[in-house]
């Protein structure tokens, strides 16, 4: 109920920023006549990856989409964490849209990777849940809470590749409930950063258990 309240009170809150923010470039703070997340300058500045393929086993691998490389200007905007960037996270999912690139990605559910309560907290929103929303608002496919944080971890870039395994190891379990459904469905799991990729990793290892006929992976950038 609290829950509810809560969510209800942020959603008000994001509909009231969103009117009222005025049309700036989140990068670069230029003045624009359409309210937009970048400026077309900015938006030029993105530089495009190439799709990626990500080992999950010896003989199993997922290919993750990238908005673009983590650099500016989508750097500041992934760090950023006030209230009001929750409006940017979701511009930004409408960016990703636009591109066309998640077209052709077969999809029957949204799978947004959950933050730890305790930082989700802390900041208030989970931007890959931002993204799964406006995903699924411009594809039709509905989101999939299915995954679980089983501990909290600690933030992958401060580590070392090896340690980045550990700490995600068994980081995520699933939601048990009405598993059926997502069998031999298409699913994919939402991020805003792939660094090393051990999250997703992670991720996909727990999301493999209700035997989805296949899982993709969207970031908003990725390290390269
Ligand atoms: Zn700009």
Known sequence: MLANIKYLLSSVWYAATYILAPPFCSYCKEFMKVRAVLCDECKLMIRPVVSAKLAITRTYDIKVFALGAYEEPLQSLIRAKHHGDRIASRDLAKLFCSTGMLDAVPCDYWVPIPLHWTRFASRGFNQATEMA??????????????????????????????????????AFSLHKQNMEQYRDKHLILVDDLMTTGSTLQEAVRALRMVQPASITAVVFCRVV
């Open 133 to 170: 929303a406006i995903f699924s608002q411009e594809s039709g496919k509905p989101v999939a809470e299915l995954l679980k944080r089983n501990k909290r971890t600690k933030f992958q870039a401060l580590l070392s590749p090896q340690a980045r395994l550990s700490n995600v190891k068994e």
